[in-house]
C-alpha cells in the first residue's frame, strides 16, 4: 500500500508540528521554572496541567524514539515547572489559576499524569517517575475510587459520573503494565476493562455511554449524548488491551466502529462529529481535530487485524480529509483545531493539548508503515 497521505502525515509531525511546539511551546513561570503554553500562539489563557503532562509524554516518547531531543526542557518541567501544577502531596490540580474550579482535583488530570511518568520513567530509567506514579495511583484509590468500580469525576464527588477519565487512566495503566508488569497495573488495568464491558458499553444500543447516574447507570438526560471520538479512542484501547491481556476484543470493537461509522461523520464533511444522540441524530455537528485522529488510530487496528486492501485505502483517505480540513494551509498556527458542521475552519489559537492526540495517531501509522517496510 502507497498510503502516501498517511506519510505526508508523519513528515508533518516529525519535521514540523513536533520542532514547533518544542521551541514555541514553552514559556518561563514568574517565579522562575519553565511550563509549556496552552496554545500557539499563546493567547494568555490559564495553563491546564493536562497539557503540561500530555507535553511530557508526547516529547519523552519521541526523544526516547529518536524522533527529537528534548531532554533539557523534560528535565525542567518534569522535575520543577510541573510544582506550579500540584498541591504538597504532588495531585495534580485542574491549572494554575486560583478560583476553586481551578485548583479542583479531577481524575482526568491524574490519569494524564500516571501516561506522562510511565514515558518518562521509560526514558529515563529515574526510580522518582516510578515512585510519583504509585503514590499518585494509592491517592486516586483513596480519595476518587468509586464502590461500584471506576473513579468519580473529582474530590467533591458529584452525583454524575463520566467515562472519559477512567478511559484515560485505563490507557495510562496498560503503558504501566506493558512497561514494567507489575500487578498493580495490571489488575487495575483488568478492573477498568471491566468496567467498559459492565457498564460503560450500552448493552442493547451497542455504543459507548459518557455520562451515569451513581451505579453506572445510564439514566441521565445526558446518557443520550454519545461521543463518536471516543468510539475509535475505545477501539484502539480494547486492540492494545488485547495485545498484552490475550483477552479477545474483536465483538466490542467491531460494535464501536459500527455506530461510529453508521452515526458518527457528517455527511456534508465526512469528518467525525464532536457529539451525536443515542438514536444516531446529530447533536453537535461540529468536528475537532482530535476526533479525527482517533479514528485514524481505529483504522490501523483495522489494518493490522484485517489486512486488505479496503482499510488501508479508508486509513489513507481519512488522513487525506484530516490534512486537507484542519492542516494544510495553515501559516498563523500549527493547525486548525475545529471545524464547523459545513465545514468552516475556526479561528482560535491551535491548543497544545490537540498534538497529544495528533502524535499518537502519527506515531500508530508510522509502526504500521515500518512493519509493512520490515516484511
Known sequence: MMLTNAKRFVNWMQHSALPEFLHQGVKSLP???ECFRETLPDDGTLARSRVQTRQLYVFAHATRTGWLDARETLERVANQGIRHFTNEQGVFLFSDGHTPDDRQQNAYEQAFAL????????LTGEPQFLARAGTLHDWMQENLALPEGGYAINTNRPPMLSQNPNMHLFEAMLCWWKLT?????????HRLFALFTGHLFHRDRHCLTEFFSPGWQADLPESAHVDPGHHHEWTWLLYEYQKISGVDTAFWREALQHFAAVAGENPQTHAVMNEIHSDRTPYRAGSRLWCQTERLKADVVACVTQRNNAVYQTLDRHSATMMRQYIDGETTRPYCDEISASGERLPHSSPASSLYHLYVACREIDNLLQANTNE
Not at 181 to 189: F, I
Open 181 to 189: 508488569g507489575q500487578p498493580r497495573w495490571e489488575q487495575e488495568a
Open 31 to 33: 517565579e522562575g521554572p
Open 115 to 122: 501516561l506522562a511518568y510511565s514515558e518518562l520513567y521509560a
